[in-house]
């Protein structure tokens, strides 16, 4: 056969695998990026290799979503490779790796993609929705798939990367399956998920007796939740999620991973109670989770931009491996009103730094800062992550201590105390069962005072009428959260009223200079970055309870330590409804304040 004949014999069995594939697997090809199709032909390359698996599911009213699962069942990872320059493997096995890694990246960008979706109003023309849908995402809604992908690819290259390494990291994990002797359904079985439209509605809520209206809209709240417990599917359960949500119509974050599942969604009433039934009754959880689990808030969907469904190595991100630091080694977990005696008996305590008790804020600063337990130590870190670097910096400090940990819903204290007992430096660890949310249910006017900040776009949700926060420009008292007004910025604000009518919207001066030349000179493409205060922010302080004293307050005369960061600056403790924790300047500064 001549070399002509055998090329078209060859393009015509692509093109007929690629059908087949189309046909069999229902490849919903949109979905994808542009580059991870084959530019000379225009089709996915190894179709047969590659499945990309969409099932629909009939929502009512007509509603079709489609469910786009990864499957990896031919795929050759016996040998896991490391994807370094400097590997001194065959050239055949280098570029494997780097097909495997291109592969994967590709399908992260789609389900990425896909995630985003979200129903477009009728009065979008044909030519630029596709089949009703459109994408939403960092409060930008995009017609047409051009400009989500564009938007993805240089807004989201991280969140692209780490969803990568996940999927490479399942691969790995199918491929040692697979080279087990048990039987070939066994196997294909655990491998990875084969989400079928007929498995999915059956695990779905029945709504067929409820309005849309009734679905999506009227009174709505919002439900922050978790689970701890080994998930040996994460990528079907993710699936799973995001057609729950999706079929409720519910926005939101769940975070997903082999230690369990971490979620807040927002919708209407009858949504979350479906949702929250839906989860109950899932074979994973049914024995685990109960309804005391789901802190509730006003709310809605409107809280959150979109959905965001993702399967990731942590369900709260600490930066350290589950496997290394278990959330079965945690600590012991006090229900609030034990938790309201302990700190009750703490602050009766004075002064508190000679006390054997720590009272441990594991938030971040700009959490603590608009509402806190009175008495309480607040690391003045940025991200949760930063946590463990802070317990090894400030180790002596918690030698021979009793630690009371709480944060918002009790998650980071799970992963927090027990990295906290794997230094065997506490005498004992404690920790608030439901968080905040749970405590703030039971005791509204209680130890905890300030407004409790949420990561969603309220910020903020208040229990009790205090402001303990201020304006960042004039100090007025204040504690509502806006985003830095400068567009490259990332940053949390606080500016009153009045500082923001006269212009001052920044969260400082020299991000302020900069979004004013930004605002009048535009480049076009804007590319966030850290701040330069964020840059100026010691990572991780050294804290340093000292013997000096506030004068009492008024409310019960109770002494607070003040405490000083490793540059010498003094931050004032916060007891019996003190301010929040900020920088006040130096030691002697301090004094002049009477600190």
Known sequence: MSAVCFYCFECIVLIIRYLLCMFDQNIDKSVLPASSLDHRTGFMPNCSDTAMISSSVLLDGGDEVECSILRFPDLDLKDPLPLTAKSNLKAESDTSVRKKYAFAKKKAFALFVKAKEVHVTASCPPAMCRAGLGWKCCRQTFNDLTGIHIHVATQHSSDIRQQTGVILKQLAAEASTSSNPASADEADRLSGPTCNSQELSDRLPDTSHISFDELTSGVGEVLLYYCYREVKDPVRLCAWQRSLCQHLHLTGKVRIASEG???????????????????????????????????????????????????????????????????????????????????????????????????????????????????????????????????????????????????????????????????????????????????????????????????????????????????????????????????????????????????????????????????????????KEECDCTDRRQRVPVKHICSVSVPAREQEGKHAPATFTADGNCREAHLWGAPAPRTMGSMEECTQAGV
Request: proline share 4%; hydrophobic share 35%.
């Open 261 to 527: 599942i971490n979620g807040t969604v927002g919708g209407s009433k009858v949504a979350t109670s479906l949702y929250i039934e839906a989860m109950l009754s899932h074979p994973l959880f049914k024995t685990i989770l109960c309804r005391e689990d789901f802190k509730s808030s006003a709310g809605g969907a409107h809280c959150f931009p979109d959905l965001r469904v993702g399967v990731f190595e942590e369900i709260v991100p600490m930066g350290i491996n589950p496997n290394k630091v278990s959330y079965k080694e945690t600590g012991i977990h006090l229900s609030p009103e034990e938790f309201h005696k302990e700190v009750e008996k703490y602050l009766s305590q004075a002064p508190q730094a000679q006390s054997d008790t720590i009272l441990l804020d594991c938030r971040n600063f700009y959490e603590s800062k608009i509402g806190h337990f009175q008495g309480c130590l607040a690391p003045d870190i940025r991200k949760f992550s930063y946590f463990p670097s802070y317990v090894d910096d400030n180790l002596e400090l918690f030698k021979n201590k009793r630690v009371l940990m709480y944060c918002t819903g009790g998650i980071r204290c799970e992963r927090g105390s027990a990295y906290l007992r794997t230094k065997a430096a506490c005498r004992e660890v404690y920790q608030l069962k439901g968080g905040i949310h749970k405590y703030l249910e039971e005791f509204p006017d209680g130890f905890y005072r300030g407004k409790l900040f949420v990561f969603d776009q309220r910020y903020t949700i208040s229990a009790n009428e205090d402001v303990i926060a201020e304006c960042r420009y004039c100090r007025t008292l204040w504690d509502q959260y806006k985003l830095c007004s400068s567009l490259h910025c990332r940053q949390l604000v606080l500016t009153c009223p009045s500082c923001r009518a006269k212009g001052l919207t920044a969260c400082c001066p020299v991000c302020q200079e900069k979004g004013l030349k930004l605002a009048s000179n535009p480049s076009g493409r804007m590319v």
